[in-house]
């Protein structure tokens, strides 16, 4: 059983900037690695996604996320990284790494990122 571990969330202010990662424990499996959240109050199965980075080079961003989000994917490390700077109220969320290769996916168990004053 392939385990994720994410690390990084916390409370941050309105504009602020936070790195999470997420560090898979192992690698030989993986094609991508990404990060989606759920949004306070909806249900674990509306999570959309924020951002994906394959061991190809290609990395692919929903529209809210694409000029303030960066991620990237270290292979070697088999840890992906989500860089988030100028954060709003409406980016708090359970931020959740997910992991997938050889038709296999897997999923950690969240960090909880706040955007409060």
């Known amino acids: 059983q392939v385990h994720l571990v994410e690390s990084g969330g916390g409370l941050v202010q309105p504009g602020g900037s936070r790195t999470l990662s997420c560090t898979a424990s192992?690698?030989?499996?993986?094609?991508?690695m990404g990060w989606y959240r759920r949004a306070p109050g909806k249900s674990s199965e509306r999570r959309e996604r924020?951002?994906?980075?394959?061991?190809?080079?290609?990395?692919d961003y929903t529209d809210f996320a694409k000029d303030r989000f960066t991620i990237s994917l270290d292979v070697a490390k088999a840890t992906v990284y989500l860089q988030m700077d100028s954060l709003k109220l409406e980016d708090t969320a359970v931020y959740y790494c997910?992991?997938?290769?050889?038709?296999?996916?897997?999923w950690g168990p969240g960090t909880q990122v706040t955007v409060s004053s």
């Open positions: 997910n992991a997938w290769g050889n038709g296999n996916e897997y």
């Open positions: 192992e690698s030989d499996f993986i094609f991508g």
């Open positions: 924020v951002a994906l980075a394959t061991t190809t080079g290609v990395t």
